[in-house]
């Protein structure tokens, strides 16, 4: 009879800690990146790495949107040059060498400008794929993935 009790003691002990801790864990605030957070919760570590790999998102974003702003105002600005030059050829007087010397100058130039311009954009345009794999990246290892505020908060302070 001793050993049944005891047996029936030992098995009340580890539901009351199961009880415990699943209580536990329903005290504390959850969130979760992305909507409808399913699965373990992230550990501290691993929360720290995903808000990390989410500010390096966020920021390549941020990047992106103002170096497009910066594209898109040279690209205005060579099509405006594009234009002058168009003028300048149509009012050109192409018995005058200088006058001609001095528009293949201006065209010269121009072509430049559209080089280091395309170079920009390709660079811009690598970046933009870097910055979708990261975010793919994101997505795998930390969307929809449940986590403690608590502990999103401590990360933070931690950065201060």
Request: glycine share 4%.
């Amino acid at each position: 009879m001793r050993f049944q009790r005891r047996l029936s003691l030992s098995l009340v002990i580890p539901a009351t800690i199961l009880l415990a801790t699943s209580s536990w864990a329903a005290d504390k605030k959850e969130a979760s990146f992305g909507k409808g957070g399913t699965g373990a919760y992230l550990t501290r570590d691993q929360l720290r790495t995903c808000l990390a790999h989410q500010d390096r998102v966020r920021q390549q974003n941020d990047d992106a949107v103002k170096e497009q702003a910066a594209l898109t105002a040279i690209q205005d600005e060579l099509a405006r040059s594009g234009g002058e030059l168009k003028a300048k050829l149509d009012a050109l007087d192409r018995t005058n060498p200088d006058a001609v010397a001095a528009f293949n100058d201006q065209t010269t130039a121009r072509d430049k400008q559209i080089d280091e311009f395309q170079a920009r954009v390709d660079a811009f345009n690598a970046r933009v794929e870097t910055n979708k794999a990261e975010r793919d990246a994101f997505g795998k290892a930390c969307d929809k993935r449940r986590y403690f505020e608590e502990d999103e908060i401590a990360i933070r302070k931690e950065k201060k």
